[in-house]
């Protein structure tokens, strides 16, 4: 199976940055593509931005502007840079990756999530 480890989660203030890693391990033959999503506090999980392998990124409104997607496919990892936050920022964000498997199957696989908290 495929295995994602988020990382880089933390407290930060109003107008801060901060830029989460996900790395993805496994039975992987490629990644046509992966994202961030985000579970604020008493919603439901929200899409973020999402990267394919070819490079054209996707963002939500909310973050455009903002949010950075990146992705290092040597490395099976993709990062998100999160500048000028605010509490409306505060989640858990959970990586995503568009995998096709050794087997040559075709899936998702979700990570564990790392928390995010915008405050003062």
């Known amino acids: 199976q495929v295995q994602l480890v988020e990382s880089g989660g933390d407290l930060v203030q109003p107008g801060g940055s901060l830029r989460l890693s996900c790395a993805a391990s496994g039975s992987i033959f490629s990644i046509n593509a992966m994202g961030w999503y985000r579970q604020p506090p008493g919603k439901e999980r929200e899409f973020v931005a999402t990267i394919t392998s070819g490079g054209p990124t996707n963002y939500a409104d909310s973050v455009k502007g903002r949010f950075t997607i990146s992705r290092d496919t040597a490395k099976n990892t993709v990062y998100l840079q999160m500048n000028s936050l605010n509490r409306e920022d505060t989640a858990v964000y959970y990586c995503?990756?568009?995998?096709?498997?050794?087997?040559?199957?075709?899936?998702?696989?979700w990570g564990k999530g790392t928390l995010v908290t915008v405050s003062s």
């Open positions: 995503n990756a568009d995998v096709t498997l050794t087997s040559r199957s075709r899936t998702y696989f």
